[in-house]
């Protein structure tokens, strides 16, 4: 060290208030080298954040995902569905065959009534009037016949006394045959008035025909549904019959399904059927397939039969024109072995041409393996296995779309792990 230094380093305590100390001569170069850190920093980890997201795209192996479903025992059916709707098994409209004033109603809409019920009256005045005048008209006529008979006998008499005078020679022979000519007259006026009489005797007949059907009775037992004519309304019969009331059999009830054509085909006569309500989605009503109507119905260029089957209301909780879910049982099977028709599939045969049928198991080490199977009954749900598994088992329902799905969420789940980019 020079002297020079050590100078400096002696002096410098008594020149200490008036120095001003300097920097030392390696805070520059501290600098710098934090400059640096600060600016590489960011750099590196972009490189790292962008090197580990092409890792965990490109280079990771993909993670399988698999939805399983385990083998289990169950009901299951091949059914052909459709949209339906309740009526009565029958009704009948009880209507008016005479013209006049409706006089008075006896019955209500959900009233029950019984075969041959009065259930209304029309005002019968006017047909009682027709018939007082049938009956005079009736009785002239009766008379006037008994007054053309005691002519004819008259006419009877003086033929045979002409012919007495003919054969006297009293009388011309003309005077005869006037006699006779007279009597076969009075014999065609009272052929005539006979006529007439029976002739006012059917108008009479069919007056009191009329006035029987001044009061409606109930056709069939049942339950008024509709009563669409009212006390004191004037029923024109002559071009029409106007409809008083509509009595339904509620008893029994028909469901009035529509089926497409392209199900229709499907179906026998006497196939169970069943349908659900709305309201009742839980319950089923069963009964058995009674008609297919050959005509059909077209909606919005879809073609549509309909197919008919009855079920018993003893409750009367079922009601017209109630929606229906319906079904028709093509089969169906009880606790059997069941699995979702996703997990069937077809593979080739081994060689005879024939396709055979597997699904996937997975086994309990996590290994999946290829069954051949037998399938019975099998819907677009469910499958029935008759031979190939046991309950217990998983099988693979879906692989592919299964690990899509979960390629999905891992590369989300890993684009939130990458670090952020300063």
């Avoid at 490109?58 to 479903?69: D, K, L, N, S, V």
């Avoid at 009075?186 to 009489?197: G, K, L």
């Amino acid at each position: 060290m020079s002297k020079t230094a050590k100078t400096i380093r002696q002096e410098a305590p008594a020149a200490a208030p008036n120095v001003t100390l300097m920097p030392s001569p390696v805070t520059p170069v501290r600098r710098k080298r934090r400059g640096r850190l600060r600016i590489a920093l960011p750099v590196l980890v972009a490189v790292l954040g962008a090197g580990y997201y092409a890792w965990s795209q490109y280079g990771a192996e993909p993670e399988t995902a698999m939805i399983t479903q385990v083998v289990m025992r169950g009901d299951i059916e091949d059914s052909v569905t459709a949209v339906g709707t309740l009526d009565a098994i029958k009704s009948v409209d009880a209507g008016a065959q005479v013209s006049g004033q409706l006089k008075s109603l006896h019955v209500e809409i959900g009233d029950k009534v019984g075969a041959n019920q009065l259930v209304a009256e029309i005002d019968p005045a006017s047909i009682e009037n027709r018939i007082e005048i049938d009956q005079a008209e009736l009785a002239n006529l009766e008379a006037q016949l008994v007054s053309k008979k005691a002519q004819l006998v008259l006419k009877e008499a003086n033929i045979e006394r002409q012919r007495s005078l003919v054969a006297t020679k009293s009388v011309s022979q003309s005077t005869l045959d006037q006699a006779i000519a007279d009597h076969t007259a009075a014999q065609a006026e009272v052929q005539a008035i006979e006529a007439q009489i029976r002739k006012q005797k059917a108008t009479l007949a069919g007056d009191k025909v009329d006035l029987g059907y001044t009061k409606i009775y109930a056709p069939m037992a049942g339950t008024i549904v509709a009563n669409p004519a009212k006390e004191g309304q004037t029923l024109n019969a002559n071009q029409t019959t106007p409809t008083i009331v509509t009595i339904a059999d509620l008893s029994t009830m028909t469901v009035k399904a529509q089926v497409s054509e392209a199900d229709v085909g499907k179906l026998k006569i006497g196939m169970d059927a069943y349908f659900t309500l709305l309201g009742q989605p839980g319950k089923r009503f069963a009964g058995k397939l009674r008609q297919i109507q050959p005509m059909p119905d077209t909606e919005n260029n879809v073609v549509l039969y309909y197919a008919l089957f009855d079920v018993p209301n003893p409750t009367g909780e079922l009601m017209m024109s109630m929606s229906a879910q319906v079904f028709f049982v093509g089969a169906a099977a009880k606790d059997v072995l069941v699995v979702p028709s996703a997990a069937i599939r077809t593979a080739r045969g081994d060689g005879a041409g024939k396709p055979k049928t597997e699904v996937t198991v997975l086994t309990p080490s996590g290994a999946t393996e290829a069954r051949a199977v037998e399938v019975g009954i099998r819907n677009r749900v469910s499958a029935e296995i008759v031979k190939g598994l046991k309950e217990g088992e998983s099988v693979v329902v879906d692989s592919s779309s299964a690990a899509s799905a979960g390629s999905q969420r891992n590369t989300r789940s890993r684009g939130m792990r990458m670090p952020p980019i300063f």
